[in-house]
């Protein structure tokens, strides 16, 4: 079962990824990238990891590609022409790809635990709210508290750089 | 496809999409597409942070990820708005058109 949902759910995540980076009308990459976001939400809840997953659908897919797909409204962007192709660059990237397709499963195989098998229902931890808002607001208060004042400066930012001269 | 799921499957798999986020953002010239595969990265880094943290039975990782997730919206607001801004000006998202700093 585990084996079954891994393979589906990756399947899933990596070719709604690639679309994301290989489609050139900007509508069909933001659907896209909400496909991968929910997959990924999906492989949270094969590791046990709930309250992320739900965190994950509902700030993630929800509020961050409702501002992708505002944006994309707004500017009414049409599809993508195709530029000057750098083969400079297709170059660099097919190579970095070509030595991560080698290394990658020996890099993850050095790290420890990496041999350790998944079992639903084994979970040492499990990442319900409770736990994770008892250590939001204890260890990691001061950091939480800080995450509010980068949200509210973002926020004045964004109203600053998008606001208009009337004056002017 | 024999074979248990392991925490090795998962850190390949979170290595393979940041490698595909990886070349959106040098290969593509819409900076709205730039900055969706820049959440792709970011995706990533969170998929490996809360398979090490299953593993390792610890849920810091997962705090990390609240973290991660938070900092992604801020960042997706305020380089939204930089897009805009720039848009008005020059009537274009491509990433090659703004050389207006190249002498």
Known sequence: MEQLFFWMLAAGLLISAITVVAVRNPVTNAVCLVSTLVFEAALFITLEATFMAAVQVIVYAGAVMVLFLFVIMLLDVRVEVLGKISWLKIVGVGLVLLLALVGLPKLSSVFPFAGEALHWGHAKVPGTAQDLGHLLFSAYGPLFLTTGVLLLVATVGVVVLCRRDTEA | ?103
């Not at chain 2, 969170?46 to 997730?69: H, S």
């Open chain 2, 1 to 103: 496809m024999g074979g248990e799921i392991t925490l090795g499957h998962y850190l390949v798999l979170s290595g393979a999409l940041f490698l595909i986020g990886l070349a959106g953002v040098v290969l593509r010239r819409s900076l709205l597409v730039v900055m969706m595969s820049l959440e792709l990265l970011l995706n990533a880094a969170n998929l490996a942070l809360v398979a090490v943290g299953r593993f390792q039975g610890i849920p810091d990782p997962q705090v990390a990820v609240f973290f991660v997730i938070t900092v992604a919206a801020a960042e997706a607001a305020l380089g939204l708005a930089i897009l805009v801004a720039i848009f008005r000006i020059k009537k274009t998202t491509a990433a090659d058109q703004m050389a207006s700093l190249r002498f």
